[in-house]
């Protein structure tokens, strides 16, 4: 597994955006799929996006489709999200993810299929 810390959370307003990132320490980082989840309270945790081992193939999901970018620097060991036009749903805990059984490749969306996770940071959108 590698370890994740997440930075970049903070209290924004609505149409602002912010840009999360996640340092993974280990040296297997380059063979992970990576993916950005997110959880409010009271729902369930869901993905906002996920990137290949080798940055080539992005998916993003509904929530924030049209208004993120995922990228990846395996030199640095580190993945971003870049979030614009935020809205007050956008409000909640976002968890840098990484997979690591799956050679790489992003198989799904399902919290379960990531095996390592990061202690998360908060994103508050004011309106």
């Known amino acids: 597994q590698v370890q994740l810390v997440e930075s970049g959370g903070g209290l924004v307003q609505a149409g602002d955006s912010l840009r999360l990132s996640c340092a993974a320490s280990?040296?297997?980082?380059?063979?992970?799929?990576m993916g950005w989840f997110r959880q409010a309270p009271g729902k369930e945790r869901e993905r906002v996006a996920a990137?290949?081992?080798?940055?080539?193939?992005?998916y993003y999901d509904d929530s924030m489709k049209g208004r993120s970018t995922i990228s990846r620097d395996n030199a640095k060991n580190t993945i971003v999200l870049q979030m614009n036009s935020l809205k007050p749903e956008d409000t909640a805990v976002y968890y840098c993810?990484?997979?690591?059984?799956?050679?790489?490749?992003?198989?799904?969306?399902?919290?379960?299929?990531?095996?390592?996770w990061g202690q998360g940071t908060q994103v508050t959108v004011s309106s």
């Open positions: 990137i290949d081992w080798s940055g080539a193939r992005t």
């Open positions: 280990g040296n297997s980082f380059g063979s992970y799929a």
């Open positions: 993810a990484g997979d690591g059984t799956h050679g790489g490749v992003v198989v799904g969306r399902q919290p379960r299929l990531y095996d390592s």
